[in-house]
């Protein structure tokens, strides 16, 4: 299964804001609806292909409610996310899959809410330590080229 999950921007209640809107409900109603971080909502798909279409559903509430839109594809990595910009660029062929491991926005974890990423390159294979502020944990983020560098 193919994990798509949307950061809410802190000024919403993201899941208020998509289940009060007829468009964006009919688009989850086929979804159970999971809350991995804080003011999140997650939904599992069928796969990558499904997990772009519905970003692409949900398009209009992403650009007003939306901070990060991350896509969860086992297949490619087992711990890492993929942003919804490299999501699609695999989807459609742009990259492999093999070839999305080196740019990284690393997110703290606190409290179960996401802080500032650190932008990162993998190096030797490795993830490097985030090092922005006391965290419990982080959590990975693939992202493609243009995301990375700028």
């Given at each position: 299964?193919t994990?798509?999950?949307l950061?809410?921007?802190p000024?919403?209640?993201l899941l208020?804001?998509?289940l009060?809107?007829e468009t964006?409900r009919?688009a989850?109603a086929?979804?159970?609806?999971?809350?991995p971080?804080?003011?999140s909502?997650?939904v599992d798909?069928?796969?990558?292909?499904?997990?772009?279409?519905?970003?692409?559903?949900l398009n209009?509430?992403?650009?007003r409610?939306?901070e990060?839109?991350?896509?969860?594809?086992?297949?490619i990595s087992?711990?890492e996310?993929l942003?919804?910009?490299?999501?699609?660029?695999v989807r459609?062929?742009?990259?492999p899959?093999e070839?999305?491991?080196?740019r990284l926005?690393?997110?703290?974890?606190?409290?179960d809410?996401?802080?500032?990423p650190?932008f990162?390159?993998?190096?030797?294979?490795?993830?490097?330590?985030?090092d922005?502020?006391?965290?419990?944990e982080t959590?990975v983020?693939?992202v493609?080229?243009?995301e990375?560098g700028g």
């Amino acid at each position: 299964m193919t994990r798509v999950c949307l950061i809410g921007d802190p000024d919403v209640n993201l899941l208020y804001e998509l289940l009060s809107r007829e468009t964006a409900r009919d688009a989850l109603a086929t979804y159970e609806i999971h809350e991995p971080f804080a003011n999140s909502v997650a939904v599992d798909t069928v796969s990558l292909g499904a997990a772009v279409a519905l970003l692409n559903d949900l398009n209009w509430y992403c650009v007003r409610f939306v901070e990060e839109a991350l896509v969860f594809e086992p297949s490619i990595s087992g711990s890492e996310w993929l942003s919804r910009d490299l999501a699609r660029a695999v989807r459609d062929g742009e990259v492999p899959p093999e070839e999305t491991d080196q740019r990284l926005k690393i997110f703290g974890l606190v409290d179960d809410e996401l802080v500032e990423p650190l932008f990162a390159r993998r190096d030797q294979g490795t993830v490097p330590e985030y090092d922005l502020r006391e965290i419990d944990e982080t959590v990975v983020v693939r992202v493609s080229e243009s995301e990375f560098g700028g």
